[in-house]
């Protein structure tokens, strides 16, 4: 059972346009969500990240809106860039002490055409 | 480095062998996680680590898969008698107390 999902593999965008990737999540009990952009042959980088006590969090280029009554995220990266280009994870956690055991989606690879 | 290091980057191993894969976090870090990331799939979670101890190995898949941090920094996650199915890219990760996970670039476990 998949508690994290992209049902997205993959999206292309013109340079300059908007890209949003979509994430759904399953679980009540995560409270916090982040995503991380993974380029081949190296580990996932941390991205930005919300938690659910927040409707929206901006940095730069990249924004994440939480609609928590439909368990639904996405990230907003605008303009996109070439650069951009990548695997783009949604995870998401539930506070356990100080633990952040992450559960993962299966990705959305994102092309930015120039 | 200041990053999390994994060594070796690339394993390939027969089938049943034992493989022993090595985790440097982040100096100071005291969380350390291991993932297990399949093809076309994003990392599941195997094991956490708060200073030496296993805080949390739900994600052990079974009794094959051991890891270990006897001095709360560099872990080594242990394979024994391997199977095709290990074959993944194992990622570490590490965090300051309620930090943001860093990722090591993964070592490619290959078991042919």
């Known amino acids: 059972d998949q508690q994290v999902k992209q049902n997205s593999p993959s999206l292309s965008v013109q340079e300059g346009r908007i890209s949003i990737l979509n994430c759904d999540y399953t679980?009540?009990?995560?409270?916090?969500f982040l995503w991380y952009k993974k380029y081949p042959a190296e580990g996932p980088t941390f991205l930005i990240s919300i938690s659910s006590i927040k409707d929206k969090n901006e940095d730069g280029r990249f924004t994440v809106f939480l609609n928590k009554s439909a368990k639904h995220l996405s990230l907003h990266i605008v303009p996109s860039q070439p650069g951009d280009s990548a695997v783009y994870f949604c995870a998401a956690s539930s506070r356990s002490g100080s633990a952040r055991q992450l559960t993962f989606g299966s990705g959305t690879q994102l092309t930015v055409l120039p | 480095g200041a990053g999390v290091s994994q060594t070796p980057s690339n394993k390939v191993t027969e089938k049943g062998k034992y493989v022993e894969l090595r985790c440097d976090p982040i100096s100071g870090h005291t969380a350390l996680y291991w993932y297990r990331q399949s093809l076309g799939q994003g990392p599941e979670f195997l094991i956490y680590f708060q200073g030496t101890g296993a805080a949390d190995d739900s994600g052990l898949p079974n009794d094959r898969f051991f890891a270990v941090r006897p001095e709360g920094s560099v872990s080594t996650l242990k394979i024994q008698r391997t199977e095709r199915g290990d074959s993944a890219v194992y990622l570490c990760?590490?965090?300051?107390?309620?930090?943001?996970?860093?990722f090591g670039q993964g070592t490619r476990l290959t078991v042919v």
């Open positions: 990760a590490s965090s300051s107390v309620d930090g943001e996970a860093f």
């Open positions: 679980n009540s009990m995560f409270d916090y």
